[in-house]
């Protein structure tokens, strides 16, 4: 019997299609960002293969020891310094922007929004340029703290402005774009400002934070930006039937009984946090939360459900991917994770053009 004379079967194999499709992307992504650690532990330490990399992680993690200076003692000392933090900060930041990136999406219902759209960044920038250039820090334990908490209050202040000045008139999602667009430029020429009338050694140093890097993730940095992280997830998951709704539009969805400007400001505040924790410790990491989300919903549909936790893991996979590459090309991050997402956010219009997948 084929589908035109039973449609209930074809709507149950359809369904069954698309179950496989989510279950398959989600293997698939954990399966590879667990081979793409295991790279990233080996290329700190490049004396090592892959499974004796893992059998240090899984020794350290049961407390056994090694003779001190022996290979495995200094292979110990490097993967757990350097490439865990480097490996888990990679996956959390990743996971975290494609996140915001789907939030971001939804909300504006524009495929080409990211969680950068509103001005994060370009902000971010300002307050970490602003700790290196100028030395005006919040904080004063030290520069590296400083720059990080001027980084994270200046990605909130065009967040903010952009929440704010939402509460006060009706804002369209194409309006919200536009205004962090105007803030994105007036923070950028701020920088270019202080970038121009600086000395090279500062110069440099506001460059490379602008580029994004994972290098200088430690130990200490990961409860925040891991805490920061789960309660974001956890919030967005909780709101994926709103968002689910407010993709029907915002006439349909205040006749459904949805206060879109309440729910919007509340998703926007919760982006911006996310991205700011992520941007203040990495600097600039661009197409993570611009890519995910696409290729989630080209394989699997448009419902926030599983778009959500799916975007997830296909963000970790992309940066730890990147990650690794920059490690083993001694490269920022950010340059790699650009060289690899721009080709596949356009191979990924094109097969939106084709027809082949819509995404919106």
């Known amino acids: 019997m084929n589908a035109t004379e039973n449609p209930q ?18 293997a698939i992504c954990i399966f590879g960002i667990f081979i793409a650690f295991g790279l990233l532990s080996v290329s700190t330490y490049e004396s090592l293969n892959l499974w004796q990399a893992y059998e240090i992680i899984i020794n350290h993690i049961l407390g056994d020891d090694y003779p001190v200076r022996s290979n495995e003692w200094w292979a110990d000392k490097y993967i757990w310094s350097m490439a865990i933090p480097r490996g888990v900060g990679a996956i959390v930041a990743g996971a975290s922007l494609a996140v915001a990136g789907s939030l971001m999406q939804s909300l504006m219902n524009n495929p080409l929004a990211d969680p950068y759209s ?81 000395d090279a050694d500062s110069l440099q140093s506001a460059y490379m934070w602008q580029i994004g890097s994972l290098s200088n993730i430690t130990w200490d940095d990961l409860p925040i930006i891991v805490l920061i992280t789960l309660i974001g997830i956890v919030f967005s998951m909780m709101m994926s039937r709103q968002l689910n709704v407010l993709a029907l539009g915002d006439k349909s969805a205040k006749t459904l009984g949805l206060d879109v400007e309440g729910f919007r400001t509340l998703c926007l505040t919760i982006m911006a946090i996310m991205t700011a924790s992520i941007v203040a410790f990495t600097g600039i990491i661009g197409f993570v939360g611009l890519v995910a989300p696409h290729v989630v919903r080209l394989i699997i549909g448009s419902d926030n459900k599983f778009v959500l936790p799916i975007s997830m893991s296909v963000g970790a996979l992309l940066l730890i991917i990147a990650d690794y590459f920059a490690v083993t090309l001694a490269l920022p991050v950010g340059i790699v994770m650009s060289v690899i997402g721009s080709p596949i956010f356009f191979i990924l219009i094109v097969w939106q053009k084709k027809g082949y997948g819509a995404i919106y």
Do not use: D, R, W
């Open 118 to 198: 509103t001005g994060i960044s370009s902000g971010a920038c300002f307050g970490a340029v602003s700790a290196i250039i100028v030395g005006a820090s919040f904080a004063t334990l030290s520069s590296e703290i400083g720059i990080v908490v001027n980084a994270f209050i200046g990605a909130m202040v065009p967040a903010l402005a952009i929440i704010v000045i939402a509460k006060k008139v009706q804002m369209t999602p194409a309006t919200l774009i536009l205004i962090g667009t105007a803030l994105s430029y007036f923070f950028n020429s701020l920088v270019t400002y202080m970038m121009v009338t600086t």
């Open 9 to 26: 079967l074809s709507i149950v194999e359809k369904y069954h299609i698309q179950t496989l499709k989510k279950i398959a992307l989600l």
